[in-house]
Nanobody, 118 residues
C-alpha cells in the first residue's frame, strides 16, 4: 500500500521560509517522479514543482520560480520543497504526489497546510 506523508507546514510571516517533506512508503521511490501541488480555498489545485527520478529533470510553476526548490533523497524515500520569500498568496494546502512516469500523478498524500500571514 502506497503512502505519502507530508510534514513541515505551518504559519510563517511574509518573507519567511519553510521546508516541506514528503515521506513515501510502499513503492520503489527511486522509480517514481515526484511532485508538489497546492490548493488554496476556493481555487483549483495547481502544480508547484516536479522532480524526475534522479533530480536532473525539474519543473516549476512560474509563480514560484526563484523562490522554491524541489529536491529528493532516494536513500530516505523523501522529497522536499524548500520555500523561501514566502508571500500571502502562497497560502494553501500543499500535497505531495508520486507518478510512475514524468508528469504523471498516480498517488497523493493528505496534505500539509501552509499559511503566510503577518
Amino acid at each position: 500500500q502506497v503512502q505519502l506523508v507530508e510534514s513541515g507546514g505551518g504559519l510563517v510571516q511574509p518573507g519567511g521560509s519553510l521546508r516541506l517533506s514528503c515521506a513515501a512508503s510502499g513503492l520503489t521511490f527511486s522509480s517514481y517522479a515526484m511532485s508538489w501541488y497546492r490548493q488554496a480555498p476556493g481555487k483549483e489545485r495547481e502544480l508547484v514543482a516536479d522532480i524526475g527520478y534522479t533530480a536532473y529533470m525539474l519543473n516549476y510553476a512560474d509563480s514560484v520560480k526563484g523562490r522554491f526548490t524541489i529536491s529528493r533523497d532516494n536513500s530516505k524515500n523523501t522529497v522536499y520543497l524548500q520555500m523561501n520569500s514566502l508571500k500571502p498568496e502562497d497560502t494553501a494546502m500543499y500535497y505531495c504526489s508520486a507518478g510512475r512516469f514524468w508528469k504523471t500523478y498516480d498517488f497523493w498524500g493528505q496534505g500539509t497546510q501552509v499559511t503566510v500571514s503577518s
